[in-house]
């Protein structure tokens, strides 16, 4: 059986004044070039620090941003060529979650609203009873009891709110689930909870899933593969173990580094590779000339690839 | 002159805080009692809400109404900051207690080139007149660590990066050379890589110059590696006061103990982590008796009742917890 999702060299690319009266262009590289494959039932996590390009990779993925190029290709057909029927019968089947579960939910709709609205939509179920049933089952799916059906998001604390959202996600039962953030909002007590939920998901569904971190350690335990997203770029893409027990990109080791609470000290790099160089030259321990000169291609085995000069 | 031990900077006694918001009085800030000693780290750790910052505010006399300081005392070199008149205040804040807020770009004024915006902190508070002034300034923007100082001195805020700002902020806050630095979530706003550094460059400066500082995050690594004491908060109150390597190694506190199952417990082998149950209560809503009671594990009938106090365990190490 092939990937449920293949993601084709995929660019995004924004351009944005310099200043609010300039008429020279900047070019945002959010997503250039990036390439993944997913198979069924597995998580991919994708790390790296804000402004990376994960939550526009995320987006691109699902079509909400329009990728300026590349091919996003879900259970065998290529979304961005597919017409909007289809992709509407599609989008059935993937899901996204997003970091806020206070913005993400509609705050004048009641929990039962919230949730029959996709399963009526995508009609998972038809008929007053039918629908309430299936309802109260995803509700218990994600931990919460039928008290919650009557709430309002306001009336539920952070963490009972992203339940909500992620039973709406399940909702109609899809193959892929993309969860941009899910816990980073929440407090830290709050946190292993709903990671604890991804982990229930994973084990009693074969659903897969993308799950955009900037937190390691939830990415590594949630993960089967790794991706490490730089500057738009794929730096190192890998098994779980393979990247975080051999970190080949000096840019993996310094955030594993980080998540362990071992800071460096060190200049900020400035500015001076412009385009054509190392995307992470600026910062990297182990750059030298021809670091500047060319940007490197991803390499490697099937299992664990890397996208430096260095990398033995 | 109050009396205080030998190697004590800062002395917080049954401070309480709150705010008088219509009908409703939130105590955002009850009982916090530690003490800081010379040179020390502390590292004040707690989820949103818990009253960290509330507490730095008050150190600094910072709360404004419809907050108020309702009692306590705060023992700063030997005198009690809130029976300073604000004159005598002023004072203090920037001379004797630096600063360092979360998000550097608020802090700045944006229409002032960086190096007069630290001239202008030093001359305020007299530490140095004329070309001193100037020279004092490249020297402080060379310490956290700007290989080109006279560049950088006539930059504005929005030429520099967010990490970069971060540091202006740093020389700011100890150019009258304070015995004390409160930071408050100085990285949260900096991406991974910039907050490494950050961290880096704060622990060297303080230590190098034999500074004080109050640490205030929501980030238990970064307490782990930067400090040497940590104080827990939980709704308002301080659950914990301990050494780091004994509060990393074995907290007292059920809510310390949870916490850390649920932040480290990822890198042992087990199949799921050990979550707190329930979630945070909100300072209007908090029940009776220990403030954690409803999500405790050893939770017990008199926990119920009347709130425990803060009890010392071992020198260095307090608790308020009726298990001990």
């Known amino acids: 059986m092939g990937p449920l999702l293949s993601v084709l060299d995929v660019r995004k690319h924004y351009e944005v004044r310099r200043t609010l009266f300039s008429v020279a262009k900047e070019t945002i590289r959010a997503v250039d070039g990036v390439s993944f494959h997913l198979g069924v039932g597995e998580t991919l996590g994708v790390v790296g620090e804000s402004g990376s390009g994960k939550s526009t990779l995320a987006r691109c993925v699902l079509l909400l941003e329009k990728p300026d190029s590349g091919e996003v290709v879900f259970d065998g057909v290529n979304l961005l060529a597919a017409g909007g029927e289809e992709v509407k019968k599609l989008r059935k089947r993937m899901q996204i979650i997003f970091q806020d579960p206070y913005s993400s939910l509609n705050p004048r709709m009641k929990v039962r609203?919230?949730?029959?609205?996709?399963?009526?939509?995508?009609?998972?179920?038809?008929?007053?009873p039918d629908v309430e049933a299936r309802v109260g089952e995803i509700l218990r799916s994600v931990g919460l009891d039928e008290d919650f059906l009557k709430k309002y998001p306001h009336e539920m604390s952070g963490g009972q709110r992203q339940r909500v959202a992620i039973g709406r996600a399940l909702a109609t039962g899809p193959a892929l689930v993309i969860a941009d953030e899910p816990v980073s909002s929440l407090d830290v007590s709050i946190q292993a909870q709903i990671v604890n939920l991804f982990l229930d998901i994973r084990e009693s569904t074969d659903i897969?899933?993308?799950f955009v971190s900037h937190d390691l350690n939830v990415v590594r335990f949630l993960s089967d593969r790794i991706l490490v997203l730089y500057k738009g770029k794929v730096v190192e893409i890998g098994g779980r173990d393979q990247v975080f027990l051999n970190p080949l990109h000096p840019y993996t080791r310094m955030l594993i580094r980080a998540s362990r609470g071992d800071f460096a000290l060190r200049e900020e790099g400035t500015n001076g590779t412009g385009s054509r160089g190392c995307?992470?030259?600026?910062?990297?321990?182990?750059?030298?000339?021809?670091?500047a000169g060319q940007a490197p291609e991803l390499r490697g085995g099937e299992d664990h690839r890397v996208a430096c000069l260095h990398a033995s | 002159m109050i009396d205080t031990k030998d190697n004590t900077l800062l002395e917080?006694?049954?401070?309480?805080?709150?705010?008088?918001?219509?009908?409703?009085?939130i105590r955002a800030v009850n009982d916090v009692t530690f003490t800081i000693g010379k040179g020390e780290v502390f590292g004040l750790v707690g989820e949103s809400g818990s009253g960290k910052t509330v507490t730095a505010h008050s150190i600094m006399r910072l709360v404004h109404p419809p907050g108020r300081i309702v009692s306590g005392r705060i023992v700063f070199e030997g005198r009690d900051l809130l029976e300073l008149s604000e004159k005598q205040m002023e004072e203090v804040r920037g001379s004797r207690i630096g600063m360092v807020f979360q998000e550097p770009m608020?802090?700045?004024?944006?229409?002032?080139?960086i190096g007069e915006q630290i001239a202008e902190t030093i001359e305020i508070h007299g530490v140095r007149r004329g070309n001193g002034v100037r020279e004092r300034t490249l020297e402080l923007l060379r310490q956290v660590g700007f290989d080109d100082p006279e560049k950088r001195y006539i930059q504005y805020p929005h030429q520099l990066s967010g990490g970069q700002r971060q540091r202006v902020l740093m020389a700011m806050a100890v150019s009258c050379d304070p015995s004390l630095i409160i930071a408050d979530e100085p990285t949260t706003a900096l991406d991974v890589a910039t907050e490494s550094q950050i961290l880096g460059l704060t622990c060297g400066l303080v230590d190098s110059l034999g500074m004080s500082m109050i640490f205030i995050t929501h980030d238990l690594t970064i307490v782990k590696s930067m400090g040497r004491s940590v104080g827990l908060m939980y709704a308002g109150r301080m659950v914990e006061r301990n050494r780091v390597e004994d509060f990393f190694r074995e907290p007292l506190h059920p809510y310390g103990r949870g916490l850390l199952e649920s932040v480290y417990g990822f890198s042992g082998s087990a199949k799921r982590l050990k979550a707190i149950p329930g979630s945070v209560p909100k300072l209007s809503e908090l029940p009776s008796g220990c403030k954690f009671h409803p999500r405790c594990p050893f939770v017990m009938d008199v926990c119920k009742g009347d709130e425990p106090a803060m009890k010392e365990v071992a020198k260095d190490q307090w608790v308020r917890c009726y298990l001990y």
């Open chain 2, 12 to 25: 917080v006694t049954g401070l309480n805080t709150s705010f008088f918001t219509g009908e409703e009085v």
């Open chain 1, 279 to 291: 995307p992470y030259y600026d910062k990297c321990e182990d750059r030298t000339k021809e670091c």
């Open chain 1, 113 to 128: 609203e919230i949730i029959a609205e996709p399963v009526r939509f995508h009609g998972m179920a038809k008929g007053k």
């Open chain 2, 106 to 113: 608020t802090a700045l004024n944006p229409v002032l080139r």
């Open chain 1, 208 to 210: 897969s899933m993308v």
